[in-house]
């Protein structure tokens, strides 16, 4: 075959297999599957510089940006997936540089739908409606690179173990001359020691070497050095690449506030009613960005129960969420003969141990920073992935499952946020009847301490650790310490349940935190935390705060903005008068100051955002 036919065969083979594989997708756990241009929502993203700070949780990123309406600016370019590799368009983060872009690097928290647009990008290339100036697309997640962790392989083999499509190319020139797109997904998944300093290096695609040196030489271009690449990445582990070899970098930003409402609005008749709710709730207003959130609210408030209208914290919410799935494996997977009370004990005591057994996976794959797990890490916390009646009947709601390479499973939850969740639910459960597992996490002095005591201990911990990665984590922890959500889970887990309630005591040390030299991102997770404890009198907490003089960087008052909006109510006094506060600061905060009655502000205040504060003083809507 000459190589003109050789070349569209391969085309028309890939294309084929990527419409098939691509078409349709399942979103969250839900079993029902939809294609995926109607699931798949126009993202906003951006070419961008922003920083990302390791202290912090990811989820707090999304306030180190400007707000929604001012996004785009002479620094930010709204952007197409379709457009990605787009020729002439300038990198305001990297050197711009001549010639096409061979390496996109696009960086997004978990969840926040940066696999869905790479599966967008590749299937309206396999469907022939863009880009078809590339030749081939080769998708190679990294959660199906680690399968492939031990021996070594040439690229060529590694390329035919994902794509037997390829296999007239092998032994022949051609896949070098080609015009190619290889997408590396999931950077932050990988299991691989990237080494761009002293590791091998690979030249020629039939040269064997291990799958990380094949990975490093692809990127640094010594291997397909015609190849475009483009990786994904949650944001701590961008820096696994060094920046020289990133021609341009992207960022996911998700939904904006218009994309939250047509979201809403295509899954509830009653959409107004549902909107009004979510405005309530903390999370909507921190995670309501992020595509698969917004799919847990909706499974949370289509349940049906009147409850879940009045949810507000993160707690609340994921407690609701796994109620009801715990519910949809009982009809799916229950047993039939309701008579039979012996087995339906069973079968609920099976429940409870296998809960426990999924919240322990939770909490060692938080503590390793993984959120893609195998069949190994699930049977390390006895899960036996195997056990088709108790597997599929509960933890098929709860886990993701999903087949990678020759059929093997790889599993996750459906959102980073819930294995934080379930960690937490790990954590208070061993604190109130197995003291002993959490030697590890907390030290060997744990045995004797008061219910309190032990509180703050992982407390103390959780904000020991420099990545941030169990702010959250540290939020549900608390919020698990309610009798109101401890009788929630009553069903499931019976023995989880504290035998004194500590949410003053607990507020009290929270607040000493503030007065210290914690960093900002932490302080304003702590407020979370208080939130979580005590949100009737939230407000009052970050007024509070706001009293003792801090010091608010751009990000915190985009923070503390977004605190004081959540109660809706009209603010007696905004004291802001002892708080150093840059201009660009203060105005995230000028709307505070409008639904204020009295605001407190210092000459250096009124000299940066003058006009801004005249402004709001004559609008009709002011409470000033």
């Not at 407690?319 to 069973?346: F, M, V, W």
Request: charged share 25%; glycine share 6%.
């Amino acid at each position: 075959m000459d190589r003109e036919n050789m070349m569209k065969e391969v085309n028309d083979r890939l294309k084929s297999h990527l419409r098939y594989k691509l078409t349709w997708i399942n979103e969250g756990t839900s079993d029902g599957r939809s294609r995926l241009d109607h699931v798949y929502t126009r993202l906003y993203m951006t070419d961008r510089a922003s920083r990302f700070d390791l202290r912090s949780h990811e989820i707090l990123d999304h306030f180190k940006v400007s707000d929604q309406t001012g996004r785009i600016t002479g620094h930010c370019e709204r952007i197409d997936c379709l457009d990605i590799f787009t020729t002439g368009r300038k990198s305001f983060q990297l050197p711009v540089r001549d010639g096409p872009i061979r390496t996109v690097m696009t960086k997004g928290i978990a969840g926040i739908g940066k696999t869905f647009a790479v599966q967008f990008f590749a299937l309206n290339w396999a469907e022939g409606k863009s880009n078809q100036d590339i030749d081939l697309i080769l998708m190679l997640p990294f959660r199906e690179l680690n399968m492939l962790k031990q021996g070594e392989y040439s690229l060529m083999q590694l390329l035919l173990h994902f794509y037997p499509q390829l296999s007239p190319l092998e032994n022949t020139p051609h896949l070098a001359s080609m015009h190619l797109l290889v997408i590396l997904d999931g950077l932050d998944e990988s299991r691989f020691p990237l080494d761009f300093d002293g590791g091998g290096r690979v030249r020629d695609i039939d040269q064997k070497s291990t799958v990380d040196v094949l990975l490093t030489s692809l990127i640094r271009g010594s291997l397909l050095s015609n190849a475009r690449l483009w990786i994904t990445s949650r944001p701590a582990a961008v820096g696994q690449v060094p920046v020289h070899y990133i021609d341009q970098m992207t960022e996911v930003q998700g939904f904006t506030d218009q994309d939250k409402e047509i979201y809403f609005r295509k899954r509830f008749s009653s959409s107004p009613e549902v909107l009004s709710c979510l405005k309530g709730m903390v999370s909507f207003y921190f995670m309501g960005h992020i595509p698969i959130f917004c799919w847990i609210l909706a499974e949370v408030l289509k349940s049906g129960d009147e409850r879940s209208r009045t949810i507000r914290t993160m707690t609340e919410l994921y407690i609701h969420y796994l109620l009801i799935q715990t519910r949809r494996s009982e009809q799916k997977y229950g047993e039939k003969d309701s008579k039979n009370e012996a087995k339906e004990s069973l079968s609920r005591s099976q429940k409870a141990d296998m809960l426990l057994n999924l919240s322990r996976l939770a909490f060692e794959q938080l503590q390793k920073g993984n959120i893609i797990f195998y069949e190994k890490d699930l049977q390390e916390c006895g899960i036996d992935v195997n056990e088709a009646s108790v597997f599929c009947g509960f933890c098929s709601e709860i886990l993701k499952q999903e087949r990678g390479l020759y059929q093997q499973k790889m599993f996750s939850f459906v959102h980073l946020s819930f294995q934080e969740f379930l960690a937490a639910l790990h954590v208070f459960h061993c604190c109130a009847s197995n003291r002993s597992t959490l030697t590890s996490f907390l030290g060997e002095d744990i045995a004797d301490l008061s219910w309190l005591e032990l509180q703050k201990k992982v407390v103390d911990q959780a904000l020991q650790n420099k990545k941030g990665q169990f702010d959250l984590f540290l939020c549900f922890f608390l919020g698990l310490s309610l009798e109101f959500n401890q009788t929630m889970l009553q069903a499931l887990l019976p023995e989880t349940k504290s035998s004194t309630d500590t949410s003053e005591d607990m507020k009290t040390y929270l607040r000493i935190f503030h007065t210290g030299n914690l960093p900002a991102d932490r302080c304003m997770n702590l407020l979370l935390c208080q939130f979580e404890l005590n949100k009737a009198r939230f407000q009052e907490e970050v007024l509070n705060y706001l009293d003792t003089g801090a010091i608010l960087s751009p990000f915190s008052c985009a923070v503390l903005s977004t605190m004081l909006q959540i109660s809706g109510e009209v603010t007696e006094e905004l004291n802001l008068a002892n708080c150093l506060i840059s201009s660009e600061g203060l105005l995230k905060l000028l709307l505070n100051v409008k639904n204020s009655k009295k605001a407190l502000l210092s000459d250096q205040h009124l000299s940066s955002a003058d006009l801004a504060f005249i402004s709001i003083l004559q609008s009709a809507d002011s409470h000033l």
